[in-house]
């Protein structure tokens, strides 16, 4: 099973293209000790994930809510939900399947979208579901997960048709044991992709200036309020919170790219004091400014 490394772009969305228009699912081993991090950093995505540990217990950070996962549990992580992960023992490793909701609804416009996927790519309750053994719907998952394990490595004759119908189990067995606690929210689809266009615009262009929650708001005309429901539909995180993480990932660029203080970089960023910069990078990334600095040094 291949190994795979990625990046995130300014929005923390992951640039890596999983599978390919004709078949968008990937399949692929997230191996600590290969990954020159150490970890894997915030990102999210438009796929919906589902992880499998293999070996030891890795840390998942979803959407800032933490779940520990051990080997033989898995993780279902909803589509476009900030996530990272870091491995809690030195052997820990996990499988990744990605794979994109069009997979399972297959027409555009059909009933299988509108009736039995968006809702809930759009609900709080299927935003991460840790399977355990625990629980006996859970283990039906598992085994789908580990048919996909193999029929990946496999790659027979056919083998994407079975890798769908495994995917599309999953998600029935989700939907099933969920759907009476999942409650659907409203939805605007293109106001909402077009305030968020700006939005995230206007934070790019203002990000090193003081910006407070009613200034994010006022640059598509709507209350404070508005604005943060805004963003939990769209991105699982509020206005601010999206804001002080866009801070901290411009600033790793400055940590890598030049010799700039801390302090300094700090403000380019723009952040008050080096100090709470250092508060917010180690919650985000897991470690210190400085000590990302060294890692990255050391691995070139």
Known sequence: MRYLDFDVDENFRETTV?????FPMAVYLQRFQLNQRGYVILHWHEEVQISYVTKGIVQFFVSGKEIMVQAGEGLFIRSKCLHSAKPQQDEAEYVCIDIHPSLIYGIPNGRIRTQYVDPYLRSDCVEAIHFTHATEWHDSVLEKIQTIIRVEESS????????????CGIWLDIIRNMHKSCSEEPWLPVADKQRMKTILQYIRENYTSKITLSDIARSVNI?????C???KRNMNISPVEYLINYRVAQS?????????????????????????????FRKLIQCTPM???RSHANNQ
Do not use: N, P, W
């Not at 209350?223 to 604005?227: D, H």
């Open 18 to 22: 999983h599978g390919d228009e004709g």
């Open 156 to 167: 027979e004759y056919g083998f994407e048709l079975e890798l769908q119908l495994a995917a």
């Open 223 to 227: 209350s404070t309020a508005e604005c």
């Open 229 to 231: 429901r805004l963003f």
């Open 252 to 280: 790793v660029r400055l940590l890598t790219d030049t010799e700039k203080s801390i302090s300094e970089i700090a403000f380019l960023a723009g952040f008050g004091s080096s100090s709470y910069y250092t508060e917010r």
């Open 291 to 293: 000590e990302y600095r």
